[in-house]
């Protein structure tokens, strides 16, 4: 039987867009341009995959011209098709001239895109460069098609801009390539609110702008379809820009936030004030035996992980030390986050039957002091379901399954923990802990004045927490701790060349985890060569252009150099949250949806190389390998670039790999498996995990969530009558 041609096809293809790619700056911007979308859509197809369909953030254009319906209808038809049709070819070459794509034409209307294939650092400034031609040069072809100004001819172009997410690919039977999204729509409204000769964008597009131009910001518009105003600028006039930098300058610089993450690879740098002021807490612990707490505040990602784990690091030896991170799927499942924290250290897998679990507990409660029948009641209280047992137990059992006994037997807990020595606990992500596990850490540490305990709260938000004894806030690195942060990632260069640094710095505005994945761009590229001893620098591989400014389309852009295949893998992760199972990727779906990937641990571990994913060294569900995305951030743009068309088939596969998986434990995880379902678009399969979910935070004390699982339960039709009946009587009076 003859090979098929389509792995040699690919091959070639993808050999080809690796030569296009390391030859932009040789080719020219918008010819290169060109060639790298024709190059990876045929790449794509070629292997097979469906992926020339995604989602991308991107920056829409949307042109029209003012007056063409009275001048349409004063002209002769074919006059008219003249007219547009040299318009259109205008328009056309100063689009791809600045390298965008021309989407669409509607009659006098012209549709653009940037970013929908590549993303690149000025793609916003690109789009504003065009916009800028057209409204500049537009009038002269008017002109020149012999049209006279206030009478037959147009008064001219208006622009509108706006930047976002979109869907991106080929629709319908025969396979137009078409970009759709609200961003999309919200670009065409932008272009209804200019006057002719303007242009408007929003901003979106401003933050985008490494050097943005003196702007004048208009009224906020309200679009229709849109729920709130959308805030709107255009380009100041000359005589503007003379008043105004007076002022503020000659531009403006809007706070760009959402940038930071925490290193995972890297030496620690700088940093040093805030490490001083952890370590003064502890030795007041230690000298004096009384606990403090203190919050870890920052931006996602500025690295509060990377200072705790510095800081962690320089305990003396036999600190007791507990460490966790709250799930962002599992903020609305009672009691998840103290599962976590008391699962790591007691051993205990996700997987476990109830039984098993308890046994667990028991024996962990065993080695460290804490009574039998503490140590049960606490199981109870975190949903653990095992065999009854009647011995005396010393808080009284009834609200051991309340939220205020609960508090009482983590303090418990707590307090055995830290019997022998000093104990440092660390809960990081804060910000997704279900309520009833907060609400029980906070009364716990509360109560735990006098006992020598270090509590490092890690959240991203301002928050407040009654025992707070210290505030801790993370801002960027200086310039110097920067740079000296960029020179350690590229240590294997001698000496590092400063166009490597300046490119590493110079947009990541002192962020380590930008930093950090700006040189892995440059490894990805093959500007660096870790292989050889020293690393190798090729000057001809460090992109001029095309660098994306935003740390969101930097990870995107890291993602569309991936192969199809691992592109498929992350996406597919993406749906479980950060932490996922190497046996979830080659789940089996709905007939005809996606296959399932082959061989994923291989891929797993390429991707790791690459500094995207991490392996666990341990698996909280039994039998299977877990991994997690190297952060949070990197998780979002995975998921972000999933097809909602493709999400529900994901969603259901990953809710009854869960089922399977975790088997009679389920029940503890019944919110998140019911949050899958729901995604889904199978309400019947997740109103009773809602109820389920409903009805253990009411029996661990957690009121405000039974209520809100139990609404999500009668949002079914499907539950039973008599389910129905319980839930409303409960909902009526008794919670």
Known sequence: MPRSKKPCEKELLERALRLVSDHVGEIGGAAASAAVKILRAAADRAGGERNFRRRARIIVLFADLAGYTPYSEATDAEEVSAFVGGLWEHLDHLVHAAGGRVLQHFGDAILAVWGDETAREDDAERALECAAAILGTVPAYIQACGLEAGKTAPPGMRVGIHAGPAFVGEIGSVGEYAVLGDTVNAAARLQTAATPGQTVFSEAVLRLLKYPPVVRELPPLALKGKTEAIKAYTIAKREECARESASYGPTLRPARSGRKTALQESSMVGREQELRALSGLFEGIAAHGLAR???????????????????????????????????????????????????????????????????????????????????????????????????????????????????????????????????????????????????????????????????????????????????????????????????????????????????????????????????????????????????????????????????????????????????????????????????????????????????????????????????????????????????????????????????????????????????SSAAREAAVIAEHFAHAGRPSDAAGLFAAAGDMADRVGDPRAAARLYKRALDSESLPPAAKTRIAQRLAGEL
């Open 293 to 663: 707490t203190a919050l870890v505040l920052g931006d996602a990602g500025i690295g509060k992980s990377r200072l705790i784990a510095e800081f962690l690091s320089r305990l003396p030896v036999g600190t007791g030390i507990i460490v966790a991170s709250a799930r962002e799927t599992a903020r609305d499942s009672p009691n998840a986050f103290l599962r976590s924290i008391i699962g790591r250290e007691a051993d205990i897998l996700d997987s476990d039957p109830g039984d098993m679990a308890t046994a667990k507990l028991v024996s962990h409660a065993e080695a460290i002091g804490l009574e039998k029948g503490i140590a049960r009641a606490f199981a109870r209280f975190l949903g653990y379901e095992g065999p009854a047992e009647t011995a005396c137990v010393p808080i009284d059992e009834k609200r051991g399954l309340t939220s205020e006994g609960g508090y009482a037997l983590l303090a418990a807990y707590l307090r055995a923990r830290s019997r022998e020595t000093t104990l440092v606990i660390t809960l990081e992500d804060m910000t997704w802990a279900d309520a009833a596990s907060r609400s029980a850490i906070e009364d716990a540490l509360e109560s735990l004045s006098e006992t020598p305990i270090l509590a490092l709260l890690a959240s991203r938000e301002e928050t407040e927490f009654r025992s707070a004894d210290a505030r801790i806030r993370l801002d960027s690195l200086p310039s110097k701790e920067a740079a000296a942060l960029a020179s350690s990632l590229l240590e294997g260069l001698s000496p590092i060349p400063s166009e490597l640094l300046e490119f590493s710095l110079s947009r990541a505005e002192g962020n380590p985890y930008f930093i950090e994945e700006c040189v892995r761009f440059l490894f990805d590229r093959g500007a660096v060569d870790r292989s050889a001893s020293p690393w190798a620098y090729d000057a001809r591989k460090l992109p001029k252009k095309g660098v994306p400014l935003a740390l969101a389309d930097l990870l995107q852009a890291r993602l569309d150099a991936l192969e199809p295949a691992d592109r498929g893998i992350l996406e597919t992760a993406s749906v479980f949250g950060r932490v996922f199972w190497l046996s979830a990727l080659s789940a089996r779906g709905r007939p005809g949806g996606r296959a399932a990937h082959s061989n994923p641990r291989k891929r797993l571990e390429a991707l790791a190389e690459r500094g995207l994913v991490l392996k666990n060294p341990a698996s909280t569900v039994a039998g299977t390998e877990e991994w997690c995305f190297a952060h949070n951030l990197l998780r979002d743009v995975a998921y972000d670039r999933v097809l909602k068309s493709d999400r529900p088939e994901l969603h259901e596969r990953a809710a009854r790999w869960l089922l399977d998986h975790l088997g």
